[in-house]
């Protein structure tokens, strides 16, 4: 089985322009994340998909591989299924999320694991909540398992509802499970989903996974104990500097 792990990366954001270039302790962001996915021993190529000249050059400067892909895409799916078009000789692709400069390996091998099944579709990896700011969060997608290990649905509100529970015990009564944002796909079902249309429950909660599980496709989920630090905003750059280059 060959993996490719496939880092989308675009300049414009109206949040944060220019956000993979950004300086983080002496490499920019991509720069980083890059270097954390080539730490996988289980990925047979990883590639830089972007759409802005300036991430490109970048990347080659410090060796990396990099691949131009179009301008129009709506989501980093839609880009790696650019990639594996254009690409051969790869069975599963990882979608590494380019905002997160220190994703841990184990991540991705733990994704990638879920692969040995030749069954598995679509994986994805979930954190169990320990807080009751995440399990309220409506940034924080949570999400609802089954017992053969596969979501059955995400969402931003807290899933399920404690019927006649005081809210600031339901994390007590109940194990919630938080949605880590890396999507690993077998090339031929990246193709597929992204062909499908928008979907109604992606539509209302605004996570694009949805639109798989309305289609019926399946996804399998192993449980990370590493949470995931991103950027999303300018200010947390300074966050992230503290939480790992402070002395």
Known sequence: MRIIGIIPARYESSRFPGKP????????????????VKGCAGLAEVIVA???????????SFAGNVLMTSSTHQSGTDRCAEVVSKISGFDVAINIQGDEPFISPLQIELLSNLFLDATTE??????????????????????VVNSRKEAMY????????????????????????????????K????????????????KAEGLEQLRWLE?????????????????????????????????
């Open 50 to 60: 972007t759409d802005d000249i300036r991430i490109e050059e970048h990347v080659r």
């Open 21 to 36: 270039l950004v300086d983080i302790g002496g490499k920019s962001m991509i720069q980083r994340v890059y270097e954390q």
């Open 187 to 202: 090339v031929d079902i990246l193709k597929e989903i992204t062909k499908l249309p928008l979907s109604s429950y992606e």
């Open 122 to 143: 679509i994986g994805t990896l979930i954190k169990k909540i320990d807080n009751l700011a995440d399990l309220f969060n409506e940034s924080t997608p949570k999400v």
């Open 154 to 185: 995400f969402s931003r509100q807290t899933v399920p509802f404690q019927r006649g529970a005081k809210q600031s015990d339901w994390i007590n009564n109940f194990t919630y499970f938080k949605h880590i944002g890396i999507y690993g796909y």
């Open 215 to 247: 289609n019926g496709y399946r996804i399998k989920i192993a449980e990370t104990e590493f949470d995931t630090i991103s950027v999303d905003h300018p200010e947390d750059v300074e966050l992230i500097k503290r939480e790992f280059f402070s002395t």
